[in-house]
């Protein structure tokens, strides 16, 4: 407490309740003052506090909002209390017209739209109205309190505010022409979904748990940037790959280009700018246990989590890594499928991948992967199945039927690429370079059941029944068959998930997950709640990005 001096009969404050009130003012006008380096320090790309805390840009920015309510309560106050003196004293009107109390007053008011106008509503359905209305209004705001203070001083607070947005901004576009700008690779996958191949230079280094701000430079959003998080290209190790779920704005404007793009392949070049990488992502050296817990388009960042931890050596202490995906359908699983039989230990070619330790993997790695809306295995048999026995019984019904064809043969539709007559049962099924890349057909062939086939004396598969893009679906389930276990028509029980982790392993827990918001958030409200339950260290992280 300040040991404040009050005098009964001040000639320059008045009595004594104006002295305090005056005191208390005064008080709450600099704490105001004090909060905007902090504010705007929280909202930058590139800061010290990063570096220094450890802590995710996403913290930071709820930090951000935070400490920005609280200048805007502590200004609002100061306000109130000077108000309160003027009308008091009679002389408000009169006050007003001074330079001070005028500007003091417009800044508190353009300081409540700024709070108004950032609710999580605009942010989330108008963004652009959000961008711009921060931006111009924080402009504003800055002018305002400059004038406000200009005769009486604290200009090192704006100072140094406007250094820290500067020197942001300059790193930003230090990182963008690092980078450079090169023309972006987008095809349209399914389910929503496309996939982003950007060229990097050697020098850029990608690194688990890390993302990037991206701009696609074409288009009437050519301006925005967004955070997502990347995975090094399987197939160039000079490409990062980026998966994007088609929402509002620039993904929408993006989904719409794919759609009329040329010959209707699906596929377009967009010059990109990138920011970053930014980010990083837990010291898995430190732990036993490893959970990720990915939902839908989340996957690449555990994904890619999981593959680092397998293909180095330096995880001594590591005995256990459990992956868990959550997808709608098949087709989330067929545009990451390169990058999981990277996880598995093999390549395209069926071989050994040379930078991963297949025994490692398979005593290691354990994955989970749950289709909520397939309600039995969709391919061949109408029998629900729900561990890896239950696939690969299937498997090996359809290999006997596929046996038993030798003689049969059906004419190739054009998903097939060709219409020439070939053999069914000769068809390698395990050769990836037979995989039909086009399942978004819109043939009418309807998929004869092949459970019926079995119990025919004769079986004839002709265009007229047969779909080719389950054959699609077949080879990609049976080559990661043997490691996955995939779980039709159900969602995890996180809840149980959770305590058995923290029952039965032995060791540190270290629990990642990246998804939507109310999963994770739902996780966070699960480890939170049990993690008095396990007898070791738990730590929880989340990838999930937000701007």
């Keep these: 407490m300040f040991d404040y001096k009050f005098n009964n009969n001040s000639q320059l404050f008045g009595p004594k309740v104006f002295q305090v009130t005056r005191f208390l003012a005064d008080r709450a006008g600099i704490l105001a003052f004090a909060h905007l380096p902090l504010l705007i320090l929280l909202a930058g790309r590139n800061n010290l506090t990063i570096l220094l805390t450890g802590l995710p840009y996403k913290s930071l920015i709820m930090y951000h909002k935070w400490t920005s309510r609280m200048m805007f309560l502590n200004s609002t106050f100061h306000g109130i209390l000077y108000s309160l003196i003027e009308i008091k004293k009679g002389s408000y009107l009169k006050s007003f017209k001074t330079d001070y109390f005028f500007w003091g007053v417009f800044s508190t008011i353009v300081c409540g739209i700024l709070m108004f106008q950032s609710l999580h509503f605009f942010r989330n359905h108008y963004y652009e109205i959000f961008l711009y209305g921060h931006i111009l209004f924080a402009g504003i705001f800055f002018l305002f309190i400059y004038y406000h203070c200009k005769r009486l001083g604290w200009h090192g607070y704006i100072h140094l505010s406007v250094l820290f947005w500067a020197s942001d901004r300059v790193i930003r576009i230090i990182n963008i022409i690092r980078f450079g700008f090169p023309i972006a690779k987008i095809r349209y996958l399914s389910d929503d979904t496309f996939k982003v191949t950007i060229k990097r230079r050697k020098n850029w280094k990608p690194f688990p748990g890390c993302y990037i701000f991206i701009y696609f430079l074409k288009g009437k959003n050519f301006y925005q940037s967004h955070p997502f998080s990347i995975i090094d290209s399987i197939l160039n190790p000079n490409e990062i790959t980026i998966y994007i779920k088609i929402k509002e704005g620039i993904t929408f404007e993006i989904g719409e280009m794919l759609k009329k793009s040329i010959n209707n392949n699906k596929e ?89 330790n297949t025994n490692r993997m398979k005593n290691l790695v354990d994955i989970e992967i749950y289709m909520t809306r397939v309600s039995n295995e969709p391919i061949f048999s109408n029998t629900e199945t729900s561990d890896k026995n239950g696939s690969l019984k299937s498997f090996k019904k359809l290999d006997s039927l596929m046996n038993e064809l030798n003689t049969s043969k059906f004419e190739l539709n054009d998903d097939f690429g060709n219409n020439s007559s070939s053999n069914l049962a000769a068809m390698d099924i395990t050769d990836e370079s037979n995989l039909i890349t086009n399942s978004n057909s819109n043939s009418n062939i309807n998929l004869v059941d092949l459970d019926s086939l079995l119990n025919n004396d004769v079986y004839e598969i002709n265009e007229d029944n047969f779909k080719p893009e389950n054959l699609n679906q077949y080879k990609i389930l049976k080559k990661i068959g043997q490691y996955v276990t995939i779980n039709y028509g159900k969602r995890p029980n996180f809840e149980e998930i959770i305590l058995q982790n923290f029952k039965y392993t032995k060791g540190s827990i270290c629990i990642v997950t990246c998804g939507n918001s109310s999963m994770c958030d739902s996780l966070r409200n699960i480890v939170a709640e049990n993690v008095s339950k396990c007898s070791y260290q738990v730590d929880f992280f989340e990838e999930l990005q937000v701007w």
């Design 268 to 356: 377009i070049n967009i010059r990109v700018a990138v920011e970053g990488p930014y980010g990083h992502g837990p010291n898995f050296k430190n732990y036993n246990n490893i959970l990720l817990i990915a939902g839908g388009n989340g996957i690449p960042g555990p994904l890619y989590d999981a593959i680092n931890m397998i293909k180095k050596d330096g995880y001594k202490n590591l005995r256990y890594i459990k992956l868990i995906w959550v997808v709608k359908n098949f087709e989330s699983i067929k545009f990451i499928y390169p990058e999981l039989l990277r996880l598995i230990g093999i390549d395209n070619n069926n071989n050994q991948n040379k930078k991963i």
